[in-house]
C-alpha cells in the first residue's frame, strides 16, 4: 500500500472515531449532524493542515454514503454538496471549477427536494456558490440569482448566523459595505449555537475578519 493511500485509510479510521455518530448513529438526524460535525473540524480545527485536503475527500466519501442510503432525503444532499464546496474552495485551479459544478449540482437537488431544507440553508448555499464562481464564460456564476437566493434563505432564518453573515458577504463583494455591516453585526448578534460550538466560534471569527475589512 503506497503513502497516499496510508495516509487515506488512516484518516478514515480517525473520523469514525472522532466522530462516532458516523459509525452509530441512531437516525438520519444524527448522521446528518456527523457529516456537520465532521465538516466543522476539517474546516475550523484543521485549517492550514496538510492532511485537510485528504480529510474532506474521506469526509465526502462518507456523506455520499449517507446520500446512497438516503437518496430522497435533501439534508444529506445538501452536506455532501458543503462538503464538495469545501473541497472547491481548497482545490487548484485545475479542479475548482469542477468540484464547484458538482457541489452546485448536489445542492440544487437537496433545494429541488426541499427549498426549505436546513431552514433555508439549501438556498443560502446554493447561492454562496454563485456568487463566489466566476460568471460566464469561465464558470456559472451568478450574481442576481446568488442575491435571489440569499434573501429567500435570509427570509427563512432571519436571525440566523450564516444567513446574515452570507448575505453581509455577498453585499462587500458588491462593494455595499455599508450595509453588508449592518447584516454582519446582526450576524455576531445571532444566538450561539451550544450543540454545534466548533461551527459557531469559527463562523464568529469569520464574521470579525469580514468587519475588519470594511471601509
Same mark, same amino acid.
Given at each position: 500500500?503506497?503513502?497516499?493511500?496510508?495516509?487515506?485509510? &488512516?484518516?478514515? &479510521?480517525?473520523?469514525?472515531?472522532?466522530?462516532?455518530?458516523?459509525?452509530?448513529?441512531?437516525?438520519?438526524?444524527?448522521?446528518?449532524?456527523?457529516?456537520?460535525?465532521?465538516? &466543522?473540524?476539517?474546516?475550523?480545527? #484543521?485549517? +492550514?493542515?496538510? !492532511?485537510?485536503?485528504?480529510?474532506?475527500?474521506? /469526509? *465526502?466519501?462518507?456523506?455520499?454514503?449517507?446520500?446512497?442510503?438516503?437518496?430522497?432525503?435533501?439534508? @444529506?444532499?445538501?452536506?455532501? =454538496?458543503?462538503?464538495?464546496?469545501?473541497?472547491?474552495?481548497?482545490?487548484?485551479?485545475?479542479?475548482? /471549477?469542477?468540484?464547484?459544478?458538482?457541489?452546485?449540482? /448536489?445542492?440544487?437537488?437537496?433545494?429541488?427536494?426541499?427549498? !426549505?431544507?436546513?431552514?433555508?440553508?439549501?438556498?443560502?448555499?446554493? =447561492?454562496?456558490?454563485?456568487?463566489?464562481? @466566476?460568471?460566464?464564460?469561465? +464558470?456559472?456564476?451568478?450574481?442576481?440569482? $446568488?442575491?435571489?437566493?440569499?434573501?429567500? =434563505?435570509?427570509?427563512?432564518?432571519?436571525? +440566523?448566523?450564516?444567513?446574515?453573515?452570507?448575505?453581509?458577504?455577498?453585499?462587500? *463583494?458588491? +462593494?455595499?459595505?455599508?450595509?453588508?455591516?449592518?447584516?454582519? %453585526?446582526?450576524? /455576531?448578534?445571532?444566538?450561539?449555537?451550544?450543540?454545534?460550538?466548533?461551527?459557531?466560534?469559527?463562523?464568529?471569527?469569520?464574521? #470579525? $475578519?469580514?468587519?475588519? %475589512?470594511?471601509?
Amino acid at each position: 500500500m503506497n503513502l497516499r493511500k496510508s495516509l487515506g485509510a &488512516a484518516l478514515a &479510521a480517525l473520523l469514525v472515531l472522532s466522530w462516532p455518530a458516523l459509525a452509530v448513529a441512531a437516525s438520519l438526524q444524527d448522521e446528518v449532524k456527523a457529516i456537520n460535525d465532521g465538516w &466543522a473540524h476539517v474546516t475550523y480545527e #484543521m485549517n +492550514g493542515s496538510s !492532511h485537510q485536503t485528504v480529510a474532506l475527500a474521506q /469526509l *465526502d466519501h462518507v456523506a455520499a454514503t449517507l446520500v446512497a442510503r438516503y437518496p430522497n432525503q435533501a439534508e @444529506p444532499l445538501l452536506w455532501e =454538496g458543503i462538503v464538495v464546496s469545501e473541497e472547491a474552495n481548497r482545490a487548484n485551479i485545475f479542479h475548482k /471549477l469542477s468540484l464547484a459544478t458538482r457541489a452546485r449540482d /448536489l445542492i440544487a437537488r437537496a433545494y429541488a427536494l426541499n427549498p !426549505h431544507a436546513a431552514n433555508g440553508g439549501a438556498a443560502m448555499s446554493l =447561492g454562496v456558490l454563485y456568487y463566489k464562481v @466566476p460568471g460566464s464564460p469561465l +464558470g456559472f456564476g451568478d450574481k442576481e440569482r $446568488a442575491r435571489a437566493l440569499l434573501r429567500e =434563505g435570509l427570509a427563512l432564518d432571519p436571525n +440566523g448566523l450564516d444567513a446574515n453573515y452570507f448575505y453581509g458577504d455577498f453585499l462587500h *463583494d458588491k +462593494g455595499n459595505d455599508a450595509i453588508a455591516r449592518t447584516y454582519l %453585526q446582526k450576524a /455576531l448578534r445571532a444566538p450561539h449555537d451550544q450543540t454545534r460550538p466548533v461551527w459557531d466560534a469559527g463562523r464568529r471569527r469569520e464574521v #470579525m $475578519a469580514l468587519l475588519h %475589512q470594511l471601509h
